[in-house]
């Protein structure tokens, strides 16, 4: 499902229930925004023309939550080879 197209993330504002549900939502929003803009910022957009960088933010926006991966830290810091 989320492969075919855009996963979206709930809207935590919106949630009801037991303050256990929500604290759930929010954290869910939490790591699939952290997920997302961690895999954008690994992208190396220096080399990268404007097709190239769209169908890498298209990838990211149809992986699933769960089963995104962990952007790995050295990518974040520039020290995995291929980032930034």
């Not at 080399?47 to 939550?65: A, E, F, N, T, V």
């Given at each position: 499902?989320?492969?075919?197209?855009?996963?979206?993330?709930?809207?935590?504002?919106?949630?009801?229930?037991?303050?256990?549900?929500?604290?759930?939502?929010?954290?869910?929003?939490?790591?699939?925004?952290?997920?997302?803009?961690?895999?954008?910022?690994?992208?190396?957009?220096?080399?990268?023309?404007?097709?190239?960088?769209?169908?890498?933010?298209?990838?990211?926006?149809?992986?699933?939550?769960?089963?995104?991966?962990?952007?790995?830290?050295?990518?974040?810091?520039?020290?995995v080879k291929g980032s930034p």
């Open positions: 499902m989320c492969e075919a197209e855009p996963a979206r993330i709930s809207d935590p504002a919106a949630v009801t229930g037991s303050p256990d549900e929500i604290e759930r939502v929010y954290r869910e929003a939490f790591i699939s925004l952290d997920r997302r803009i961690g895999l954008f910022l690994c992208l190396p957009l220096a080399s990268l023309d404007k097709l190239s960088i769209q169908k890498h933010i298209d990838q990211i926006g149809r992986q699933c939550p769960r089963r995104a991966p962990k952007v790995a830290v050295g990518c974040l810091l520039g020290t």
